[in-house]
């Protein structure tokens, strides 16, 4: 687990510093990514959401969710955004084998091909945990790991993040949300025109 959260640490400096490299001519730049779903009851809101406000997303998937929802995987297709893979069942890969953890990625990524989304290179651990090994047994596989600059801390069901997300630090983000709960649906309809208005502008990996 040290391990793990210490990789977690050196990904996310790491993702700080490519997105600076990568907007460095630009101002301010948003990449808006969301966990956990395909949701039956909140995704196709928040795809409402973004469409209102001609945004582009990544949304990092569970393998179980992508069965259960598969209508709306297309949607999120046919919306155009992104889609990266999420482990099959959200599991912490440190509580598990070095064989679990490979079905739990292969698994994932199958479902999502299976519906006709091929090439998705995008992989974010449950929880951001994952050590050396995983992270080179995905980039041997050419797989990208994927984690977040600024978590929004939209799990902690408090409106009160939303204030922590109008003053964002510094001018490129990889923003973390959970389509999976009404306060994120809420916290989108707030900081989004917001954001626009600060001069943010959206990218999509």
Not at 97 to 107: D, L, N, V
Not at 124 to 133: E, K, N, Q, S, V
Request: glycine share 4%.
């Amino acid at each position: 687990m040290i391990f793990a959260r210490l990789t977690r640490k050196l990904l996310t400096f790491w993702c700080a510093i490519v997105l600076y490299f990568r907007e460095f001519r630009q101002h301010k730049t948003l990449y808006l990514t969301f966990d956990d779903g395909p949701n039956i009851t909140y995704t196709e809101t928040v795809l409402d959401i973004l469409a209102q406000h001609h945004i582009k997303a990544t949304f990092f998937l569970i393998g179980k969710e992508v069965i259960e929802n598969e209508p709306i995987v297309s949607k999120i297709i046919a919306a155009g955004h992104m889609i990266g893979f999420h482990s099959y069942s959200h599991r912490s890969f440190p509580l598990m084998s070095r064989a679990e953890r490979r079905s739990e990625i292969q698994h994932c990524l199958q479902l999502i091909e299976e519906m006709r989304y091929s090439g998705t290179k995008m992989f974010r651990p449950p929880f951001g945990l994952l050590d050396f090994i995983d992270l080179l047994y995905l980039s041997r596989h050419g797989f990208k790991t994927i984690l977040w600059t600024f978590d929004s801390r939209d799990y902690l069901h408090d409106m009160s993040i939303e204030s922590r997300l109008l003053k964002l630090p510094g001018k490129h983000h990889v923003v973390l949300f959970h389509d999976d709960s009404q306060l994120t649906c809420d916290i989108l309809h707030k900081v989004l025109p917001e954001w626009i208005r600060q001069g943010y502008k959206f990218g999509n990996f």
